[in-house]
Protein backbone atom coordinates (compact mmCIF):
# COMPACT_ATOMS: atom_id res chain seq x y z
CA UNK A 1 0.00 0.00 0.00
CA UNK A 2 1.05 3.47 -0.91
CA UNK A 3 0.47 6.30 1.06
CA UNK A 4 0.89 9.77 -0.63
CA UNK A 5 0.55 12.85 0.43
CA UNK A 6 0.49 16.26 -1.62
CA UNK A 7 1.09 19.91 -0.50
CA UNK A 8 1.99 23.08 -2.24
CA UNK A 9 -0.67 24.65 -3.13
CA UNK A 10 -1.93 28.21 -2.57
CA UNK A 11 -3.20 31.47 -4.08
CA UNK A 12 -1.20 33.24 -6.50
CA UNK A 13 -1.50 36.07 -9.05
CA UNK A 14 -1.36 35.41 -12.50
CA UNK A 15 2.01 34.60 -14.02
CA UNK A 16 3.10 33.61 -10.30
CA UNK A 17 4.51 30.45 -9.42
CA UNK A 18 4.08 27.12 -7.30
CA UNK A 19 5.70 23.63 -6.72
CA UNK A 20 3.65 21.49 -5.45
CA UNK A 21 5.13 18.24 -3.62
CA UNK A 22 4.02 14.62 -3.24
CA UNK A 23 5.84 12.44 -0.94
CA UNK A 24 5.22 8.83 -0.41
CA UNK A 25 5.01 6.56 2.25
CA UNK A 26 4.81 2.78 3.15
CA UNK A 27 6.52 2.16 0.04
CA UNK A 28 9.50 2.83 -2.19
CA UNK A 29 8.17 4.70 -5.54
CA UNK A 30 10.94 4.47 -7.73
CA UNK A 31 9.77 1.86 -9.89
CA UNK A 32 6.31 3.41 -10.53
CA UNK A 33 4.73 6.07 -12.53
CA UNK A 34 3.46 9.24 -10.93
CA UNK A 35 1.80 11.82 -12.13
CA UNK A 36 -0.69 14.62 -11.14
CA UNK A 37 -4.61 15.23 -11.98
CA UNK A 38 -6.79 18.30 -11.16
CA UNK A 39 -9.97 18.32 -10.72
CA UNK A 40 -11.89 22.49 -11.40
CA UNK A 41 -14.92 23.76 -9.94
CA UNK A 42 -17.65 22.01 -11.58
CA UNK A 43 -15.46 20.35 -14.14
CA UNK A 44 -14.39 16.77 -14.71
CA UNK A 45 -10.90 15.19 -13.49
CA UNK A 46 -8.38 15.81 -16.08
CA UNK A 47 -4.41 14.83 -16.69
CA UNK A 48 -1.80 17.38 -16.05
CA UNK A 49 1.95 15.62 -15.99
CA UNK A 50 3.39 12.18 -15.55
CA UNK A 51 6.82 10.83 -15.19
CA UNK A 52 7.68 7.35 -15.59
CA UNK A 53 10.48 5.72 -13.74
CA UNK A 54 12.36 5.87 -16.48
CA UNK A 55 12.00 9.75 -16.25
CA UNK A 56 10.29 9.83 -19.36
CA UNK A 57 7.55 12.65 -18.98
CA UNK A 58 4.54 13.96 -20.56
CA UNK A 59 2.08 16.99 -20.15
CA UNK A 60 -1.25 18.29 -21.24
CA UNK A 61 -1.25 20.73 -24.17
CA UNK A 62 -2.29 23.71 -22.06
CA UNK A 63 0.79 23.53 -19.60
CA UNK A 64 3.35 22.29 -22.33
CA UNK A 65 6.40 25.08 -21.57
CA UNK A 66 4.90 26.34 -18.19
CA UNK A 67 4.77 23.19 -15.98
CA UNK A 68 7.78 21.00 -15.19
CA UNK A 69 7.38 17.19 -13.66
CA UNK A 70 10.40 15.45 -11.96
CA UNK A 71 11.09 13.47 -9.45
CA UNK A 72 13.80 12.19 -6.12
CA UNK A 73 14.34 8.94 -5.76
CA UNK A 74 15.97 9.20 -2.53
CA UNK A 75 12.99 11.17 -0.88
CA UNK A 76 10.71 9.18 -2.36
CA UNK A 77 8.81 12.80 -3.47
CA UNK A 78 7.88 13.82 -6.64
CA UNK A 79 7.42 17.57 -7.65
CA UNK A 80 5.56 19.74 -9.88
CA UNK A 81 7.05 23.21 -10.56
CA UNK A 82 4.11 25.51 -12.42
CA UNK A 83 5.44 29.03 -13.77
CA UNK A 84 3.38 31.12 -15.60
CA UNK A 85 -0.24 30.19 -14.21
CA UNK A 86 -3.05 31.30 -15.23
CA UNK A 87 -6.58 31.66 -14.50
CA UNK A 88 -7.76 28.58 -16.10
CA UNK A 89 -5.11 26.23 -13.97
CA UNK A 90 -7.83 27.00 -10.31
CA UNK A 91 -8.33 23.67 -9.32
CA UNK A 92 -7.25 20.83 -6.52
CA UNK A 93 -4.05 19.01 -7.36
CA UNK A 94 -3.82 15.54 -6.68
CA UNK A 95 -0.87 13.33 -6.71
CA UNK A 96 -1.56 9.72 -8.22
CA UNK A 97 0.79 6.49 -8.86
CA UNK A 98 1.28 3.44 -10.23
CA UNK A 99 3.59 0.33 -11.10
CA UNK A 100 1.78 0.03 -14.02
CA UNK A 101 1.36 3.63 -15.00
CA UNK A 102 -0.97 6.59 -14.43
CA UNK A 103 -1.68 7.56 -17.93
CA UNK A 104 -4.33 7.42 -19.52
CA UNK A 105 -5.84 5.34 -16.64
CA UNK A 106 -5.33 7.33 -13.36
CA UNK A 107 -3.30 4.98 -10.91
CA UNK A 108 -4.83 3.13 -8.11
CA UNK A 109 -2.88 5.41 -5.44
CA UNK A 110 -3.68 8.97 -4.93
CA UNK A 111 -2.99 12.16 -2.55
CA UNK A 112 -5.26 14.17 -0.72
CA UNK A 113 -5.29 16.97 -2.89
CA UNK A 114 -3.48 20.80 -2.69
CA UNK A 115 -5.54 23.40 -4.18
CA UNK A 116 -4.50 26.32 -6.13
CA UNK A 117 -6.03 29.21 -6.78
CA UNK A 118 -5.15 31.89 -9.69
CA UNK A 119 -6.50 35.13 -9.55
CA UNK A 120 -5.68 38.90 -9.37
Known amino acids: QVRLSDSGGGSVQPGGSLRLSCVAS????????VGWRRQAPGKELEFVAS???????AYRDSVIGRFHISRDNAKNTIYLQMNDLEPEDTATYYC??????????????WGQGTQVAVSS
Open 96 to 109: NADELGVYPTPGRY
Open 26 to 33: EADISTYA
Open 51 to 57: IGWTELT
